[in-house]
């Protein structure tokens, strides 16, 4: 739980809606994700359209699946009278914290008409969970012959 305390002076106040400011604008230059699971496998579907293959990396590290990319447009125009040009340049990173049964092994993506999907099957279970006995080993304890 964490509280937030009020000192009461002037500037903190003031502060305050300026606070969370650059996370908010991160939120809204990333790309947009959805994700989803089903009984075999989870999926994230991020938005990139523009952005060529090349141009994305896709990683899966100590349970952190990471997309990057970056994404460029040039256009140029000219009439007879008339030019226009114009360049964009962006990168972007999204991270996602993958469940404890998700199979890092076998992450595969796929781009298709500017969505990304990325499919992260899941583990097999390995048996029923619950309280297993533990045998206890006794080497100095007197037993009856």
Not at 53 to 59: C, G, L, N, R, Y
């Amino acid at each position: 739980m964490v509280e937030k305390s009020s000192t009461g002076s002037f500037w903190p106040s003031l502060y305050e809606p300026f606070r969370m400011m650059g996370t908010r604008i991160a939120d809204w230059l990333s790309p947009a994700a959805e994700a989803s699971q089903s009984g075999e496998a989870y999926r994230i579907a991020v938005e990139l359209p523009g952005v060529a293959e090349d141009d994305i990396h896709v990683t899966v590290e100590d349970g952190v699946l990471q997309i990057k990319g970056e994404k460029k447009s040039e256009r140029e125009e000219k009439g007879d009278t008339w030019y226009f040009s114009e360049r964009q340049f962006g990168s972007f990173s999204r991270s996602f914290r993958l469940p404890p049964d998700a199979d890092e092994g076998g992450v595969a993506a796929a781009l298709k008409d500017g969505v990304l999907t990325v499919t992260i099957p899941k583990k097999a279970p390995t048996g029923p969970e619950g309280a297993r006995r533990v045998p206890i080993a006794c080497y100095f304890c007197w037993r009856p012959t």
